[in-house]
C-alpha cells in the first residue's frame, strides 16, 4: 500500500501539477481546489500528508491545517506561500505545520520534504504503538511482555501467588528473576506484609548466618547487641533468598529446618523463634547438577521447588524487544530531561539481530547510553553501544526462537523486515503483503 497524499490549491494547473510529480514518486494523491473540499476528503481518512496552498477562497490553508492537527495530531502539514506571505506561513509553522515552500515549487525540495515528513510521522505513530502495547503488555509488578513464554510465565505467577507454596525461580542473570518475585508477593494475600529479599551470594557463610537468623549480643566479636533477622522482619510476609546456589551446606542445613518446622535460634541464642514466612527462592545455576555435586542438598532443594518458574532469556522472546525499549525508553528519556520519540526502525533492527548475553538488564543498560548519546528526536543506529553498531554481518537476517509459535515467528520476521527496509511500505511489499495488512499483524495480541 503507497501513501496517500492530499494536494490543495485552488489554482488547477498548480495541483495537477503538484500531484503528478508526487505521483511518479510512487504516491497516490487526491486534490482538493479548496480548503472545504480539502476538509471533505481528510474526513473520509487514510491520509498520510497534506500539502496546502495558504491564501485560498472560503477556508484558507490555515484553518485547514488547525482543524486537520486538532483531529489528527502530528499530521505532516506542508504550507505553500508566495513571497508576499511567508510571514503567514512561518506563524503556520508555529502552530503545528511540518514546513512551508514559496511558489514557484521546487519539486525537488518538496520530494525531499515529503519523504522526510512521512518517515518522521511513520516512527512517532511506531513509538505510539509500542507505548499503546506497552499498557496492554505490561502485567505484574513492572514485568513487561506478551510473547508465548512470558504469558505462560505470567500464568504461573497467578495460579501460584494467592498459596503459600514455596517458588524456585530459575534463569540467567538479568532476565528479571527479582520482579518475578515481587509479582509474586504483589499478588499474594501477603501483599500488605513485608517483603524481605537477602542476596545470597554478597555474603560470606558466617555474615549470611547472622543476616538470615539474627544474633544474640555477644554472639560473636563486634556483635554489641542483639540484632534480628530477615526470617523475624519478614514474618507474616515473602522472604526472597537471590542466588540460593551460593550458600554452603551448614546454612542449608538450617534453612531446610525452618522451611520444615517453621523455627529457628538467633545465632548465640538458645530461645527458639517461630516464624511464618513465605519462601521465594532465585538460581542461575542448575541446581540438580549442584545436587550431583554433592553441593546442594537433595531435601532442601524439593523444600524449595515446590513450584518452579523458569524466566527464559530476552533471545528466546525477542517478540518482547520492542516493549522493553519503549518503557526503558521513556523511563530514561525523563530521568535525564530529554525528549526522544521514538527509535528507528534500523536501530529496532540491531536490537532484533543481537544475542543479549546480559539479557533485560543489558538492554535497558543499551536504551540507557543510546538516550545519553542521541541528539535528535530518534534513536539512530550511530546512537547504540558500538557491540550493536557493529552486528552489520546480521543485517539482512533475521534469528528466529524455534520453540515460539508461528504467529510470533511471523511478528518477528515483519518487524526485522520492517527495520531491514526502513519503511512499512516497502516491507509489506517483500512480504507479499497489503499495508494495513502489516500493520494489523504487528498490533494483534
Known amino acids: 500500500m503507497k501513501f496517500k497524499l492530499l494536494v490543495v490549491d485552488d489554482e488547477k494547473n498548480i495541483r495537477e501539477g503538484l500531484a503528478a510529480s508526487l505521483e511518479m514518486d510512487g504516491y497516490n494523491t487526491v486534490c482538493a481546489a479548496s480548503g472545504d473540499e480539502a476538509w471533505e476528503l481528510y474526513c473520509k481518512g487514510d491520509i498520510d500528508l ?8 472560503g477556508m484558507d490553508g490555515e484553518e485547514l491545517m488547525r482543524r486537520i492537527l486538532a483531529e489528527t495530531p502530528g499530521l505532516p502539514v506542508i504550507i505553500l506561500t508566495g513571497h508576499g506571505t511567508i510571514e503567514n506561513a512561518v506563524s503556520a509553522m508555529h502552530d503545528g505545520a511540518w514546513d512551508f515552500l514559496t511558489k514557484p515549487v521546487n519539486l525537488d525540495h518538496l520530494a525531499i520534504l515529503v519523504k522526510r515528513a512521512l518517515e518522521n510521522r511513520e516512527l512517532v505513530l511506531r513509538h505510539r504503538e509500542l507505548e499503546a502495547d506497552l499498557e496492554r503488555g505490561r502485567l505484574l509488578s513492572g514485568m513487561i511482555g506478551k510473547s508465548t513464554v512470558m504469558r505462560k510465565v ?11 507454596a514455596s517458588v524456585l525461580i530459575t534463569g540467567e542473570s538479568g532476565v528479571g528473576k527479582e520482579l518475578v518475585a515481587d509479582a509474586i508477593h504483589e499478588l499474594s494475600p501477603r501483599k500488605g506484609k513485608p517483603m524481605v529479599k537477602v542476596h545470597c551470594a554478597a555474603l560470606s557463610a558466617n555474615l549470611l548466618e547472622s543476616e538470615l537468623f539474627g544474633h544474640e549480643k555477644g554472639a560473636f566479636t563486634g556483635a554489641v547487641s542483639r540484632r534480628r533477622g530477615r526470617f523475624e522482619l519478614a514474618n507474616g510476609g515473602t522472604l526472597f533468598l537471590d542466588e540460593i546456589g551460593e550458600i554452603d551446606q551448614n546454612i542449608q542445613i538450617k534453612l ?12 548465640g541464642g538458645e530461645e527458639t523463634l517461630e516464624t511464618d514466612v513465605r519462601i521465594v527462592a532465585a538460581t542461575n545455576k542448575d541446581l540438580k547438577a549442584e545436587i550431583e555435586k554433592g553441593n546442594f542438598r537433595e531435601d532442601l532443594y524439593f523444600r524449595l521447588n515446590v513450584v518452579s518458574i523458569h524466566v527464559p532469556p530476552l533471545r528466546e522472546r525477542k517478540d518482547d524487544i520492542p516493549l522493553m525499549a519503549a518503557s526503558f525508553l521513556k523511563e530514561i528519556a525523563a530521568e535525564n530531561n530529554k525528549t526522544i520519540e521514538g527509535i528507528h526502525e534500523k536501530a529496532y533492527a540491531r536490537l532484533y539481530a543481537y544475542d543479549w548475553p546480559g539479557n533485560i538488564r543489558e538492554l535497558r543498560n543499551c536504551i540507557e547510553s543510546a538516550v545519553v548519546m542521541c541528539r535528535k528526536p530518534i534513536i539512530a543506529v550511530d546512537d547504540l553501544p558500538p557491540a550493536l553498531q557493529s552486528s552489520s554481518d546480521d543485517e539482512g537476517w533475521v534469528r528466529v526462537p524455534l520453540d515460539c509459535t508461528l504467529e510470533e515467528a511471523e511478528k518477528i520476521i515483519i518487524k526485522a523486515a520492517i527495520g531491514f527496509h526502513k519503511n512499512k511500505t516497502k516491507a509489506a511489499e517483500v512480504l507479499g503483503i497489503g499495508r494495513k495488512t502489516l500493520h494489523r499483524k504487528i498490533l494483534e495480541e
Open 50 to 57: 497534506v500539502i496546502t496552498d495558504l491564501r485560498m477562497p
Open 154 to 164: 505470567f500464568d504461573t505467577i497467578n495460579r501460584v501467588a494467592p498459596t503459600k
Open 256 to 267: 531446610l529446618r525452618v522451611l520444615q518446622e517453621r523455627q529457628f535460634e538467633r545465632v
